[in-house]
């Protein structure tokens, strides 16, 4: 059962354009959000989170949007750069467990 | 703060051999995580300890895997006997204090052949 869904596998946007990478999720005891930037033979970096008391937030060309009505996360990137180019993870975590749950990954590709 | 340390970066090995992956935690994080990455099943937490007490090991695929945190600066994944199918990049994490953020080491790639 996967509580975190990232549905699209890969993304190619234009550089410069928005990149918009989407992440669902199914239990409703997530309160809080992170998304993860993974380069190739590399561990993942934190990029930014968001507390479900938040509907948004906001970092430098990186906002997460949360709609907890719909049970759906975004990263928006603006402008998108080719250093942007990367796996990027959704993860949640509920109440005081440490412990994250991870989506699948989607593999974002910033064309010059 | 050097970060997550992990060793070896890359280990290749003989099916049935034993093998240890290593783990320098950032100091002061209290919680370690370990990891494995495959494409099939992508990013599978194994185990988690706190302060150097495994909390849940219940994704550690089988008796073959085990996993020691002797102090809070160093942890151990051993794989014994290694099999084909343990093939992966196994990264270690620690946890800041806040919010629940990762801080992940470089992996150690595995091939077991």
């Known amino acids: 059962d996967q509580q975190v869904k990232q549905n699209s596998p890969s993304l190619s946007v234009q550089e410069g354009r928005i990149s918009i990478l989407n992440c669902d999720y199914t239990?409703?005891?997530?309160?809080?959000f992170l998304w993860y930037k993974k380069y190739p033979a590399e561990g993942p970096t934190f990029l930014i989170s968001i507390s479900s008391i938040k509907d948004k937030n906001e970092d430098g060309r990186f906002t997460v949007f949360l709609n907890k009505s719909a049970k759906h996360l975004s990263l928006h990137i603006v402008p998108s750069q080719p250093g942007d180019s990367a796996v990027y993870f959704c993860?949640?975590?509920?109440?005081?467990?440490?412990?994250?749950?991870w989506g699948a990954g989607t593999k974002l590709i910033i064309k010059p | 703060d050097a970060g997550v340390i992990q060793s070896p970066r890359h280990e290749v090995t003989e099916m049935g051999q034993e093998v240890t992956l290593r783990c320098k935690p950032i100091s002061g994080h209290n919680s370690l995580f370990w990891y494995r990455q495959t494409m099939m099943r992508g990013l599978e937490l194994l185990i988690y300890?706190?302060?150097?007490?495994?909390?849940?090991d219940s994704g550690m695929p089988e008796d073959r895997f085990s996993a020691k945190m002797p102090n809070a600066s160093f942890s151990t994944l051993k794989i014994q006997p290694s099999e084909p199918r343990d093939s992966a990049v196994y990264f270690c994490?620690?946890?800041?204090?806040?919010?629940?953020?990762?801080?992940f080491g470089p992996g150690t790639r595995l091939t077991v052949l």
């Open positions: 300890f706190n302060n150097n007490v495994p909390i849940d």
């Open positions: 994490a620690t946890l800041s204090g806040t919010y629940n953020e990762q801080f």
């Open positions: 993860a949640a975590s509920a109440g005081s467990n440490y412990q994250l749950i």
């Open positions: 239990n409703s005891m997530f309160d809080y």
